[in-house]
């Protein structure tokens, strides 16, 4: 049985912290709100196309936007999926990162272009100015940024998106703004804020919301621009309404829950850095981070990510996540955990991580 088969069989008992999802309960009219639908069988007639009534002007409301057009996704993975098949061509080339949010790339390499991946894996941990500068050639198309960044934890200051939307004006690229963490960082902006015309968001309720499950999020892009994109969409008849019903109650309840999860959130890897300092030979190489996860390097200790992904939930029910499904490159020098988990499960990660570092060092 390979691990996700077993952490799904037994998913009551396993600590969650491989895929960046959210346990931390929200508000719990958001649970009423599924069950109110279910009742009213708003699930016998397709969903409106657009969106449930309200959802749309509340993401908007949400990202303080207003002069984009918006269309509903299964997750925020499908919006890319679709701006990316929309806007690329074989001999196409995206500059991206690596480490990265590997399944993006593949979805490039499906429209035939080529993720050109900037290695970031070392300080400041994310692509730079000049390395985005060198990357572009003729045959550059679009600038993929994930902000705050997967699976490093680092996110992009207001200058520092200023300058990679500069570039992308200078050469006429596309840039696809992934805001998928966007509320774990205090200071986010937006490439709308230097680059409307020609910026793609993909927006996602899986982490912030805790709605993996129920695979919702938005593509948001300029009107000129989305009648064209929408071309591919894959799904016609919109996305399952008891989840977007669930999506809006979150949004309009946000103030109520925000400020918890985000503490449990810091505490959490407040906790996990002190274990790991007490760890010779592991490190993080980004703390505080600016997401829900971060990376703990254990290359000095020979150990293999794999191995320990397996042994972490085979031995301790704590499921984490090897650092080679997000990297080519840098994938066997680390190991990538969440932490949007209750803090006494936090407490398992912790009780679990020095006896399996010893056991395989």
């Known amino acids: 049985m390979d691990e996700f088969e077993y952490a799904h069989k037994h998913w009551k008992d396993v600590v969650w912290m491989s895929q960046n999802t959210n346990t931390i309960p929200t508000d719990p009219a958001v649970i009423d709100a599924i069950i109110s639908a279910a009742k009213e069988r708003v699930y016998n007639l397709y969903p409106y ?21 918006i269309h509903i996704t299964n997750g925020g993975i499908e919006a890319l999926y679709i701006l990316n098949r929309a806007l690329l061509a074989e001999g196409d080339e995206v500059i991206a990162t690596d480490p990265s949010f590997m399944p993006i790339h593949h979805q490039i390499t499906l429209s035939k272009a080529k993720p050109v991946e900037i290695g970031i894996y070392g300080n400041p941990y ?11 050639t003729d045959k550059t198309k679009m600038i993929l940024l994930i902000d705050p960044l997967n699976p490093l934890g680092t996110d992009y200051r207001r200058n520092e998106v200023k300058a990679i939307c500069e570039i992308a004006r200078d050469n006429n690229l596309w840039v696809v703004d992934d805001i998928t963490y966007r509320d774990f960082s205090e200071d986010h902006t ?46 016609v008849l919109s996305v399952n309404v008891l989840a977007q019903r669930a999506a809006l109650t979150a949004l309009q309840t946000k103030e109520n829950w925000l400020g918890d999860m985000l503490r449990i959130c810091r505490n959490n890897q407040e906790k996990i850095e002190s274990a790991v300092d007490k760890i010779e030979g592991a490190f993080l190489p980004v703390y505080p981070s600016f997401t ?13 990510p794999d191995k320990f992904e397996e042994k972490m939930l ?21 190991v990538r955990v969440s932490f949007t988990v209750p803090e006494d499960q936090c407490d398992r ?13």
Do not use: W
Request: charged share 25%; with cysteine; glycine share 8%.
């Open 49 to 69: 196309r657009k969106g449930s009534f309200g959802l749309p002007e509340a993401i908007l409301k949400d990202l303080g936007l207003h002069d984009l057009d």
């Open 126 to 136: 994310k692509m730079t100015e000049e390395q985005v500068n060198e990357a572009v």
């Open 190 to 235: 937006l490439t709308t804020d230097f680059y409307p015309e020609k910026s793609l968001i993909a927006y996602s309720f899986s982490k912030n919301c805790g709605m993996a499950g129920l695979r919702i999020g938005a593509l948001l892009a300029p009107p000129r621009v989305m009648k064209e994109v929408i071309k591919f969409d894959t799904n």
């Open 292 to 304: 829900n996860m971060f990376v703990i390097d254990v290359s000095e200790l020979g150990i293999d």
């Open 314 to 334: 085979y031995d301790h029910g704590v499921f984490v996540r090897s650092g080679n499904y997000v990297s080519k490159r840098y994938g066997s020098k680390f």
């Open 349 to 361: 990660f912790v009780e679990a991580l020095g006896p399996t570092i010893e056991s395989l060092s």
